[in-house]
């Protein structure tokens, strides 16, 4: 994964730039969703956590907070940004694929489109259970990415001036359904000096990440477009939070286990 991330992903300082406006929108937006659709806890997980900012965030509204990434040099940021926090706050590196957190979380959370840089069902799957794993009970997962609509999305090219100054030109090249790839180039332009780089993303429309949620240990339990509206997972809005818990198994199932573990227990 790491050789398909975007060279100013290796520049923690440049990454926090182009990112940092929005973040404390999107803080309050995520302590909101814990509270109205969580259990009350107030421990957090970020996967791919980055510079750490959305954590410092959550830090200063009274979360503990733990957070992963692939990235050397952003772990070693977001240590230094976290570091004053003591034990309240951790940063680990991490594979979104293969990582498994030890303890237990409210709130996880895993925000622009960051999931599909898992290029296969495969490893979404994975990631998803690892995540479900890592959850308390009745926790939550904030899933923010942005659908495809195939045959409809046209090529596209964005361009803003971050308040630091830095520009950055984003180009999308949309998915086809057979494909799933959506193509994203990126320049980056900070003191007369231009950082290209580009990569695919996984695209999923609505009937796809439906399949997948299905296919995982997940339900959906709410959805919400980027400024906090309702929304609807297949409705026009297309850039969601995804607010998802863990699918409770069968009362057959249950009874089960119940009973196996009462046979265990039960004095020789």
Known sequence: MSAGLPAFYRDPV?????HA???????????????????GGKTALEPACGTGRYLAGLLRRGWTVTGYDLSSEMVKFARARLSHRGKRALVVRGDMTSFRP????????NLLSTFRHLLTDRE??????ATA??????????????????????????????RSGVK???????????????????????????AESSYDLRSYDAAEMSALLARSPFRLEACYGYD????????????????????????????RSSRARTRREKPR
């Open 14 to 18: 440049l990454y926090d730039l182009i």
């Open 21 to 39: 406006e929005g973040t404390g929108d999107e803080v309050w937006l995520l302590d909101l969703l814990a509270q109205r659709h969580g259990n």
């Open 102 to 109: 030890k303890g237990r979380y409210d709130l996880a959370f």
């Open 124 to 129: 979404a799957l994975g990631h998803l259970r």
């Open 133 to 162: 794993e890592a959850l308390s009970p009745g926790g939550i997962f904030v899933l923010g990415l942005d659908l495809a609509v195939y045959g409809e999305d046209m090529p596209d090219e964005e361009v803003w001036t971050a």
């Open 168 to 194: 950055h030109v984003m180009m999308t090249i949309p998915a086809t359904a057979r494909g799933r790839r959506e193509r994203i180039i990126n320049f980056v332009e900070r003191g007369g000096k231009v």
């Open 228 to 255: 906090g509206r309702p929304a609807e997972l297949g409705g026009p809005e297309r850039a969601l939070w995804l607010v998802l818990k863990v699918r409770q198994p069968p009362a057959s199932e249950l009874r």
